[in-house]
């Protein structure tokens, strides 16, 4: 399976930059997710690595192969570069049954008879759709129109499989099925996925790596556990994760290289990290909600603002004594009287501290402490 390779990569329509100079390296049989709010450029990304859309500026290679390049003057046509394209609203032929449409794609390629009946019913297998070969899509549910808009795009046996929020058209129950699917299918099939979407609950459970894109600007590109534990700046720890993290901010001072102060929201705590960091004077510290504990020792006083019981966990919205709402996730079938004050600590040892520009500098814990006070 190709490696795709995206070089300075850039488009604008007219004076707005819709992909701003990304430089990407995807793996031989990853399956990498392009996040981002609306209007990032992550269709536009995917669209370009198909061939649907000109690069104002860059190179894309396909498994060392140029298929882009601006300053050579290279444009292979999107036929020619080995991608299969699957688009969010299917594009099924309604005139077709689910074999036919299966088989179109490969007879245009002219492919013999016996080679696509072998192959359409591979496909049928693979896709769990054996039953409909004969149905119409108007015939089917949701997610079996998926299913056949799948099995028509990886007909061809194509390297690559490029994904413009396929999922986006099912409700929540179908959505969690194709979800697995989609992951079998990567392992069975051992293709190179590039998926575009904007849920970011589905980028961390398909996803080999997370591209996070905003304003056409790369946030980070790591794997899904590495994105929510260090994430490298605040738009990214804000947007991934649900509930929210928490963004406090604290007055600091550097106690040594390992250890500051933070001061704010009525109490004082002691940040600290097992590498060197230099805070600035003002940070934010960011708490993952399921990192927000309720203990009975005596030490933060929060007031609950709001209990939301859902069986397997209680999501709380809390008061720090300055009026600053968090969230917290208490797991466990449990809930709490509004108005009610409880006492809280952050327990971790990956709280994330940004600094004044929203920049992360270190990733520690904080207990409550003295320390100096900051004048």
Same mark, same amino acid.
């Given at each position: 399976?190709?490696?795709?390779?995206?070089?300075?990569?850039?488009?604008?329509?007219?004076?707005?930059?819709?992909?701003? !100079?990304?430089?990407?390296? /995807?793996?031989?049989?990853?399956?990498?997710?392009?996040?981002?709010?609306? %209007? $990032? *450029? @992550? =269709?536009?990304?995917?669209?370009? /690595?198909?061939?649907?859309?000109?690069?104002?500026?860059?190179?894309?290679? /396909?498994?060392?192969?140029?298929?882009?390049?601006?300053?050579?003057?290279?444009?292979?046509?999107?036929?020619?570069? *080995?991608? %299969?394209?699957?688009?969010?609203?299917? #594009?099924?032929?309604?005139?077709?049954?689910?074999?036919?449409?299966?088989?179109?794609?490969?007879?245009?390629?002219?492919?013999?008879?016996?080679?696509?009946?072998?192959?359409?019913?591979?496909?049928?297998?693979?896709? @769990?759709?054996?039953?409909?070969?004969?149905?119409?899509?108007?015939?089917?549910?949701?997610?079996?129109?998926?299913?056949?808009?799948?099995?028509?795009?990886?007909?061809?046996?194509?390297? &690559?499989?490029?994904? !413009?929020?396929?999922?986006?058209?099912?409700?929540?129950?179908?959505?969690?099925?194709?979800?697995?699917?989609?992951?079998?299918?990567?392992?069975? =099939?051992?293709? =190179?996925?590039?998926?575009?979407?904007?849920?970011?609950?589905?980028?961390?459970?398909?996803?080999?790596?997370? $591209?996070?894109?905003?304003?056409?600007?790369?946030?980070?590109?790591?794997?899904?556990?590495?994105?929510?534990?260090?994430?490298?700046?605040?738009?990214?720890?804000?947007?991934?994760?649900?509930?929210?993290?928490?963004?406090?901010?604290?007055? #600091?001072?550097?106690?040594?290289?390992?250890?500051?102060?933070?001061?704010?929201? *009525?109490?004082?705590?002691?940040?600290?990290?097992?590498?060197?960091?230099?805070?600035?004077?003002?940070?934010?510290? *960011?708490?993952?909600?399921?990192?927000?504990?309720?203990?009975?020792?005596?030490? &933060?006083?929060?007031?609950?603002?709001?209990?939301?019981?859902?069986?397997?966990?209680?999501?709380?919205?809390?008061?720090?004594?300055?009026?600053?709402?968090?969230?917290?996730?208490?797991?466990?079938?449990?809930?709490?009287?509004?108005?009610?004050?409880?006492? &809280?600590?952050? #327990?971790?040892?990956?709280?994330?501290?940004?600094?004044? /520009?929203? !920049?992360?500098?270190?990733?520690?814990?904080?207990?409550?402490?003295?320390?100096?006070?900051?004048?």
């Amino acid at each position: 399976m190709p490696r795709i390779e995206l070089e300075h990569l850039t488009k604008k329509f007219g004076d707005f930059v819709a992909v701003d !100079d990304l430089s990407l390296d /995807i793996e031989d049989g990853a399956f990498v997710t392009l996040l981002g709010p609306s %209007g $990032c *450029g @992550k =269709t536009t990304t995917l669209r370009q /690595i198909a061939g649907l859309e000109t690069p104002t500026s860059g190179t894309i290679k /396909i498994d060392g192969k140029t298929v882009f390049s601006s300053k050579e003057s290279i444009d292979v046509s999107p036929a020619k570069r *080995g991608v %299969g394209f699957l688009f969010q609203n299917y #594009a099924l032929w309604p005139h077709m049954t689910v074999y036919q449409n299966i088989a179109f794609g490969l007879e245009n390629l002219k492919w013999p008879k016996d080679k696509i009946k072998e192959r359409v019913n591979e496909l049928l297998k693979l896709l @769990k759709i054996e039953e409909f070969p004969k149905r119409y899509p108007a015939e089917l549910s949701g997610g079996q129109q998926q299913r056949v808009a799948i099995a028509r795009t990886l007909g061809p046996n194509p390297r &690559i499989l490029l994904m !413009d929020e396929p999922l986006s058209n099912l409700d929540a129950k179908l959505r969690m099925e194709m979800r697995t699917e989609l992951k079998r299918l990567h392992h069975e =099939t051992g293709a =190179t996925f590039v998926y575009v979407t904007h849920d970011q609950l589905e980028a961390m459970t398909l996803a080999t790596k997370i $591209c996070l894109l905003d304003k056409g600007l790369l946030q980070q590109y790591d794997p899904p556990l590495t994105v929510y534990e260090k994430p490298k700046n605040i738009f990214v720890a804000d947007f991934v994760g649900n509930p929210t993290i928490n963004l406090l901010s604290f007055k #600091a001072k550097q106690l040594d290289s390992k250890k500051a102060v933070l001061e704010g929201h *009525g109490f004082s705590l002691i940040f600290e990290s097992k590498d060197p960091f230099e805070v600035t004077e003002d940070v934010k510290l *960011g708490i993952r909600p399921e990192n927000v504990r309720l203990v009975e020792k005596d030490d &933060i006083k929060a007031t609950v603002s709001s209990s939301l019981p859902s069986g397997m966990e209680t999501t709380l919205r809390l008061l720090l004594p300055d009026g600053e709402a968090l969230s917290s996730v208490v797991f466990g079938s449990v809930d709490f009287k509004v108005n009610s004050t409880l006492n &809280i600590d952050f #327990a971790s040892n990956s709280l994330n501290l940004f600094n004044e /520009i929203g !920049d992360l500098i270190a990733l520690g814990s904080a207990k409550l402490g003295e320390g100096p006070r900051l004048e």
